[in-house]
């Protein structure tokens, strides 16, 4: 099987050596927009790798830790930082799931069962209801409970203890019982060889109920300060955690406790002429799109907003933004057809209809199961969102 597999393999490569076309399947041939631009997260200049460069977040200024002690972490690491801070701050928390209490698969809670004991860092049975069902009834007693889903593609089977307990119980029992104190993360999104069950995104799903909410973080410092929120926000949140940054974006991260507020957008590039809208791993997809377009036409600007929160969203700065630049395109790794781009397109549409220079455009995974060997052809990557930029600019 395996002779037959690479045999498959090799003659697919050598067709597509024969097939050899530009850089996407409705290329324009007079264009790379590549060019040799070093693309990902690795070169990215919206990291804040040095401690000058936390120094001088107005953001990090404005929580008064841009000033405090830095320490670099990759995003992997800042998460376990925010768990151990909370273990440390709130007797009541608990950190349990699939494989925790030696780290978990990414090891995102490495040492903590050490620290705080088993009966605070525990894992649990292979059960994803079982671990939501748990987690809905510590958070009722008062406990602040923080669940792990080993991978958000394994997130479904507890879809109804989320979707109708612990979204609905403070609605439905007259703010008498809440199952505030419930905070779920789980890895997500594509990673390059996870296949259809490990690079699943889901967070349409769960922004679809009123009663969750739900965050996406791009970089260490960000996952640190909304996980952080997250916990201690009065509602059920999930976070959706980009698995292929776990590693790639590194920071100086505050060593301080800080909180990052929730459901606000954050414009990481001042723009004219058009707004570029994402969140978690995208963000990079679109800072590379936006990199080409402005090389390739002399006089263009683009605002980048990253959305940080998808439920409850900013919907006012995404709003004023578009209202400046008359264009949007927004873009995530879920599927289009009723992806979360949906929705912001509407809103956006109801509130700039008057302003809209050209129709809004959506660069999203494909509607089809997540592939493996053609992952690239499914992702929204920044050769297309370069071709929706350009598509919107020269409406």
Do not use: W
């Amino acid at each position: 099987m395996l002779r037959l597999y690479s045999a498959s393999r090799r003659f697919g490569l050598l067709k597509c050596a024969k097939l050899r076309r530009a850089y996407s399947a409705v290329a324009d041939a007079g264009v790379e927009p590549v060019r040799g631009m070093d693309l990902g997260v690795a070169h990215s200049k919206l990291l804040l790798r040095s401690v000058a460069a936390v120094r001088n977040s107005a953001e990090l200024q404005t929580l008064g830790v841009a000033d405090g002690e830095t320490r670099k972490m990759n995003m992997c690491q800042a998460i376990n930082d925010a768990l151990r801070l909370t273990l440390t701050t709130d007797d009541t928390a608990v950190v349990f799931g699939e494989d925790v209490a030696f780290g978990g698969v990414f090891r995102c809670s490495v040492g903590l069962a050490d620290e705080f004991g088993g009966e605070r860092v525990f894992n649990t049975p292979l059960t994803e209801q079982g671990i939501a069902g748990f987690g809905i009834g510590m958070a009722a007693m008062g406990h602040t409970s923080i669940a792990e889903i080993q991978f958000a593609d394994y997130i479904f089977p507890a879809f109804d203890q989320l979707v109708n307990e612990a979204a609905k119980f403070r609605y439905r029992s007259g703010n008498e019982f809440n199952a505030g104190g419930l905070t779920v993360r789980t890895p997500s999104a594509a990673v390059g060889h996870g296949g259809h069950y490990h690079s699943q995104s889901p967070e349409a799903f769960f922004a679809h109920v009123p009663g969750l909410k739900v965050v996406v973080p791009r970089s260490a410092i960000q996952a640190k300060g909304l996980l952080m929120s997250a916990i201690r926000d009065p509602n059920p949140t999930i976070v959706f955690e980009p698995k292929i940054l776990y590693r790639s974006a590194v920071e100086q991260v505050p060593v301080d406790d800080y909180m990052l507020p929730l459901s606000q957008a954050e414009i990481l590039k001042p723009g004219a002429d058009v707004t570029v809208v994402g969140y978690g791993s995208q963000i990079y997809v679109l800072e590379n799109a936006i990199q080409m377009i402005e090389r390739d036409m002399p006089g263009v600007s683009c605002e980048l907003i990253d959305l940080r929160t998808i439920m409850p969203y900013d919907a006012e700065t995404v709003a004023q933004s578009v209202n400046k630049t008359g264009r949007m395109v927004i873009a995530h790794e879920a599927p289009r057809i009723q992806g979360f781009a949906s929705e912001l397109a509407a809103e956006i549409q109801e509130r700039c209809f008057l302003r809209l220079e050209s129709p809004i455009e959506r660069i999203c995974g494909l509607s089809l199961p997540h592939p493996l060997v053609f992952e690239r052809f499914y992702m929204p990557c920044a050769v297309r969102v370069y071709e929706a930029i350009k598509r919107s600019l020269n409406y």
